[in-house]
Nanobody
Framework: QMQLVESGGGLVQAGDSLRLSCAAS????????MGWFRQAPGKEREFVAV????????YYANSVKGRFTISRDNAKNTVYLQMNSLKPEDTAVYYC??????????????????WGQGTQVTVSS
């Protein structure tokens, strides 16, 4: 079992920055990768970024590349999502997720087994 708790969301203006945190507890010793997804009202959940534990490789959705950075703190079992130059279209509930299957299907939410409760990010224009 794994528990994920996100924090750091809020209401900001376009161009501002936010840092989301995802604290993990439980089976963190066998982590393959952790990802961030987001879901806007009326839309499907979409991939944002992923951090692989082996090698620290990262992948990003094209829509956030160059603006968002995913990172981790081993000592705190925490994954971060630094979001800069936020846009109104970034408004969504952001979820962190534990990748259950050890493959390269980074953007498929069905390959992730544990999810946090989500944190709301709202960007006003």
């Amino acid at each position: 079992q794994m528990q994920l708790v996100e924090s750091g969301g809020g209401l900001v203006q376009a161009g501002d920055s936010l840092r989301l945190s995802c604290a993990a507890s439980g089976r963190t010793f066998s982590t393959y990768a952790m990802g961030w997804f987001r879901q806007a009202p009326g839309k499907e959940r979409e991939f944002v970024a992923v951090f692989t534990w082996t090698g620290g490789i990262t992948y990003y959705a094209n829509s956030v590349k160059g603006r968002f950075t995913i990172s981790r703190d081993n000592a705190k079992n925490t994954v971060y999502l630094q979001m800069n130059s936020l846009k109104p279209e970034d408004t969504a509930v952001y979820y962190c997720a534990y990748k259950l299957f050890q493959d390269t299907l980074w953007s498929d939410p069905r390959r992730y087994g544990y999810w946090g409760q989500g944190t709301q990010v709202t960007v006003s224009s």
